[in-house]
């Protein structure tokens, strides 16, 4: 069964930084798209950002011009740059990558204090 690890999750303070990384613990040569998610506590899961094979990118306006995904989707593999944290981004992030089926990530934990 292929897993999705994600690490890079933290504390850190408002204003600053954190880059967030997920690999599948083996290559699914099928996916076509993987994403980030977002789902904070008493809120529903949301899309955070999302990257294509070809590289197309896509992004929740609330993300936008702060948070970059990049990544080999044909390797499985992305990271999510996320700049100029605000305490609202707290949340757990899970990765997602996509082919007939979804696969998730068990999450990690993005805490932004005030």
């Known amino acids: 069964q292929v897993q999705l690890v994600e690490s890079g999750g933290g504390l850190v303070q408002a204003g600053g930084s954190l880059r967030l990384s997920c690999a599948a613990s083996?290559?699914?040569?099928?996916?076509?798209?993987m994403s980030w998610y977002r789902q904070a506590s008493g809120k529903q899961r949301e899309l955070v950002a999302l990257?294509?094979?070809?590289?197309?990118?896509n992004y929740a306006d609330s993300v936008k011009g702060r948070f970059s995904i990049s990544g080999d989707v044909a390797k499985n593999t992305v990271s999510l740059q996320m700049n100029s944290l605000k305490p609202e981004n707290t949340a757990v992030y899970c990765c997602?990558?996509?082919?007939?089926?979804?696969?998730w990530g068990q999450g990690t934990q993005v805490t932004v204090s005030s």
């Open positions: 990257i294509t094979r070809g590289g197309n990118t």
């Open positions: 997602k990558a996509r082919d007939r089926a979804s696969y």
């Open positions: 083996r290559n699914i040569f099928t996916i076509n798209t």
